[in-house]
C-alpha cells in the first residue's frame, strides 16, 4: 500500500473522533488534513488555533490568502462564520483551562502506558515545542496519529520510548495505519484493526505489549 493510501486511512478513521459541538486542536502535519474529512453530521465544530484563532475555516483560493491569517504551523487559513481572535495568553489559557475538548497530534513514538514523544529529535534543529506540551495535559482528550513503523521499518511504538517525552500517560488513543489502540489505567488496548491489516502484522510490528480486545 503507498504511504498517501495509508495515511488517507489514518486521517479518515481520526475523523470519527470528532463529534457535534466541540472545540478541537489540530497538531502541524497530517493532523490538519483531518477537518477534511469531517462526517457530514457534525455540526458546529470550531478549531482553535494556540497563535490565537478560534474558528479557523478551510484553507484558503488563491484569491483568499491572507498572509496575517496563519494557523500554528504558519500556513495560511480562513477564519469561520463566528470565530474570534485573541492573543497568545488567552489562547494557552483556553488549553490549560481544559477548554478543549478534542487534540489530534502526531507522534514520532508512543510507550505502552500512553506516553508521548513527538516535539524534538536530539541533534535536530529544534523551533520549539509549540502547544503540544500544554495540550496533552490541557485538552480533555489526545489523539494521536501516525504511521506505525518509520522510514526503517522499525516500531513506532514503544515499550518505552527512547525520544525526549512531551507527556506521560497522555494518550487516550492511538490511531495508526495498521490499528487503532485505546489506553486505560496506562494499559494498551488494540480495539480495531485497520481495513486490509491483521492482527498478525499488528504483532510484528509492535514493540510495546498490549491486550488485543478485538471482538472476534
Known amino acids: 500500500m503507498d504511504k498517501q493510501t495509508q495515511r488517507k486511512k489514518i486521517i479518515q478513521r481520526a475523523a470519527q473522533e470528532i463529534r457535534s459541538d466541540m472545540v478541537i ?4 502535519g497530517m493532523p490538519t488534513l483531518v477537518a477534511n474529512e469531517m462526517n457530514d453530521h457534525v455540526e458546529n465544530v470550531f478549531f482553535q488555533s494556540e497563535n490565537g484563532l ?9 484569491d483568499e ?4 491569517l496563519i494557523n500554528a504551523g504558519k500556513e495560511t487559513v480562513t477564519a469561520a462564520k463566528g470565530a474570534s481572535y485573541f492573543d497568545n495568553a488567552e489562547s494557552f489559557a483556553m488549553i490549560r483551562g481544559g477548554h478543549i475538548d478534542l487534540a489530534i497530534l502526531g507522534g514520532m513514538e508512543v510507550s505502552e502506558t500512553g506516553d508521548l514523544a513527538n ?9 520549539g515545542m509549540g502547544g503540544a506540551m500544554d495540550l496533552v495535559v490541557g485538552a480533555q482528550k489526545v489523539v494521536v496519529i501516525m504511521d506505525h513503523m518509520n522510514k526503517h521499518g522499525e516500531s513506532k511504538i514503544k515499550s518505552k520510548c527512547e525520544l525526549p ?3 506521560a500517560s497522555v494518550v487516550n488513543t492511538l490511531i495508526t495505519d495498521l490499528a487503532v489502540f485505546k489506553f486505560e489505567d496506562k494499559v ?9 491489516a491483521t492482527l498478525e502484522q499488528v504483532q510484528t510490528h509492535t514493540d510495546a505489549y498490549f491486550i ?3 471482538n472476534h
Do not use: A, F, H, S
Open 25 to 28: 486542536n489540530l497538531g502541524i
Open 65 to 68: 490568502v491572507d498572509p496575517d
Open 119 to 127: 516535539y524534538m529529535i536530539p541533534g535536530k534543529l529544534v523551533k
Open 165 to 167: 517525552l512531551t507527556g
Open 54 to 62: 478560534l474558528g479557523i475555516g478551510p484553507y484558503p483560493t488563491e
Open 188 to 196: 494498551m488496548k488494540l480495539v480495531e484493526l485497520q481495513e486490509g
Open 212 to 214: 488485543n480486545c478485538l
